[in-house]
C-alpha cells in the first residue's frame, strides 16, 4: 500500500510528494525533526515531543510554522491514513525554499517546509527486545548535539562502523567518556543503580530518557547523572540503551566484551515493562 505523507499541508501519495531542490534542509542541512512513536494507534509523549521541537526550532532561529494542536492533527490523520498500529511518525521542518544557495539566511518571512510520514514496526512494543551489541568510536559530531537538527551524517558513519564490525550500533566517546549512542541514549547499571550521563550540549536530551528516569525515580530505583568511560562500561552488571523507536533495549557486548550474564538484565526488563504499560495509558 502507498503510504500518505504530509508536505506543506498537503496530504499526498508517497511518490507524488515533492520538495524544491533548493530547500535548505536539503542543501544546507538546515532543519530540525522529532519522531514520536506509535502504540495502539495512539501517539506517544506527544507532548515531549512538540517541546523539545519547539526548543529546538527556537535555538536555530527558526519559526514554528504549526501549533501544537496543529501538529497533533497531522500526526494523528497520518497515523489513520496509514492505518499504523505500531511504528512511529517522523516530522521534519526545514528553514524552507525557494532562495538560491546561501550560507546567509534568508528572509525571516520565506515559506519552511514541513514533511512527515509514517514508519510501521510490528513488534515495536514487544516484552524481550532483541538484544544489542557496541562498539566505541570517537564523537566527531558539532558541539551542539541538544539540538535534533537533520545533520546526521557521522551517526551513520558510526552505525556503518558497527555494521562492519558485526555489531548492531555505536556509542560514542569523546575526552574518555561516552556521550550517547548514535541515535539514542546510552546508560550503564551498577550495583543496581542507573548511570547515564548528565543533560548539556553534549548529548540529545531524549524524551524517552526523560520518561525512564522518571519512571525509575518513582520505582525507588537509584539514578546517577554523570560521565562514565567505556571500561567502566564494560564492567558493569547491565548496559541498556533507549530512544522513542527502541523503547528501552539491553547491550550485551562492548567492542567484544560481554556485559554482565551476556542476555540483558532485570533493570533493563523491568525499566522497559513500566515504560510500554506506562506509556499505553497516557498516549494520545
Known sequence: MTRTVYVN????????????????????ADG????????GG???????HATRLERSLSELDMGQPLTKDELLEVHRELVRLNE???????????RG??????????PADTPQTVVL??????GLSAATPKPISVISIEDQRWGRRDIKTVQLLYPSLGKMMAKAAGADDAWMVEDGFVTEGTSNNAYIVKG?????????????????????????REAQMEVEERNFTIDEAKEA????ITSATMFVTPVVAIDGEQIGNGEGGGIAARLREIYIEESRKAAV
Do not use: W
Not at 498537503?10 to 542543501?27: T, W
Not at 510520514?117 to 510490528?122: A, G, N, R, V
Open 97 to 106: 525554499a525557494p532562495a538560491d544557495r546561501d550560507f546567509v539566511f534568508p
Open 192 to 216: 543496581r543503580k542507573i548511570i547515564t550521563r548528565h543533560l548539556g550540549n553534549e548529548i540529545l536530551h531524549g524524551i524517552t530518557r526523560a520518561a525512564v528516569l522518571r519512571f525509575a
Open 84 to 94: 499504523i498500529d505500531e511504528g512511529g511518525v517522523y516530522l521534519q521542518i526545514t
Open 42 to 48: 495512539k501517539l506517544v509523549d506527544f507532548d515531549g
Open 237 to 240: 552488571d547491565e548496559a541498556f
Open 32 to 39: 530540525v525533526y522529532e519522531v514520536t512513536s506509535v502504540i
Open 117 to 122: 510520514f509514517t514508519q510501521s514496526k510490528p
Open 9 to 28: 499541508g498537503q496530504y499526498l501519495p508517497e511518490d507524488e510528494a515533492k520538495v524544491s531542490i533548493f530547500d535548505r534542509g536539503f542543501l544546507m
